[in-house]
């Protein structure tokens, strides 16, 4: 028998353990709000619910499933996932192979061409291409290390972000200026925000854009455009039915995320 790992319960009956069995969890879940308790998440006790509830609770019941596992923890066993072809390449995106063997090949974006090597594992992705020997994939932990001591920014962002109102992803990115794809979803808002290093210009492709500037708004729809100068108060919004679009070119001379001041915010950033 193997624990999967996987747990169902109604709400009432999983806060009615938390109060049992971990009390201070309790207290810290119904005692402030949602804004605080991410605000102090910090504090809250580092303990699986496995240790936490299901070792100490009673009313439990186990159901046995019948089926193979796999954990996925390699990129060996990635390539058990798979159906070898003839020269015992398992490929998956816009992948050829000449005289390769024995490699796994995972193509999300461009063509991937591999000619006279073996027992590769090759990963194309959006943020970086993975190169590596099949046999020596349990290195990937120390490029991590060594990708963090450099201070790669790959290590932790993604060319797709996620956020609470919807996604970023950065188009292309140089010396003074980054092109960002922005998708808002339907009634969300981003933060009343300024930038001390950047401006910003907006080009709604779809949807339509409530845009505040200085404390004016004004509605910003598709093939139009706003411009938002370096050390101004904005903030953009979706008012429409569909989701917002839009391009977005940044210009200045630092870039990086954390030229946000947040002034007021719907998910509790400010």
């Known amino acids: 028998m193997w624990n999967a790992g996987m747990f169902l319960f109604s709400l009432k009956v999983i806060l ?41 609770a009673s009313n439990i019941l186990c159901y046995t499933l019948s089926v193979s596992w796999n954990d996925v923890g390699s990129w060996d066993s990635v390539y058990e996932l798979f159906t070898p072809d003839e020269n015992g390449n398992a490929t998956s995106g816009d992948v050829f192979c000449l005289d390769t063997k024995k490699s796994l090949v995972l193509s999300s974006k461009h063509l991937t061409a591999l000619i006279g090597v073996n027992d590769l ?14 046999h020596q994939t349990q290195k990937v932990k120390d490029m991590v290390q060594l990708l963090t001591s450099h201070k790669r ?9 996620y956020r609470p109102w919807g996604s970023y992803t950065v188009l292309e990115e140089a010396p003074r200026y980054k092109i960002k794809k922005i998708v808002v979803n339907v009634g969300a808002a981003l933060s009343l925000q300024r930038h001390q290093h950047r401006s910003e210009h907006w080009i709604v492709v779809k949807g339509t854009a409530l845009v505040e500037i200085d404390g004016k708004e004004q509605f910003v729809h598709e093939n139009e455009s706003v411009y938002v100068p370096k050390s ?27 030229d946000i001041e947040r002034f007021n915010d719907n998910y509790g950033r400010s």
């Open 16 to 56: 009615e353990a938390f109060k049992k069995h971990m009390p201070a969890l309790y207290e810290a879940i119904t005692s402030q709000s949602y804004q605080e308790m991410i605000k102090n998440y910090s504090e809250l006790e580092s303990i699986s619910i496995d240790y936490g509830v299901m070792e100490k």
């Open 121 to 134: 594992v090759v990963v194309e992705t959006e943020d970086a291409i993975l190169i590596a020997n099949r």
């Open 153 to 161: 920014p790959e290590v932790s962002e993604h060319v797709t972000v």
């Open 232 to 258: 101004t108060l904005h903030r953009l919004s979706n008012p429409g039915k569909i989701p917002l679009e839009m391009i977005e070119v940044q210009n200045g001379e630092y870039l990086g995320e954390d």
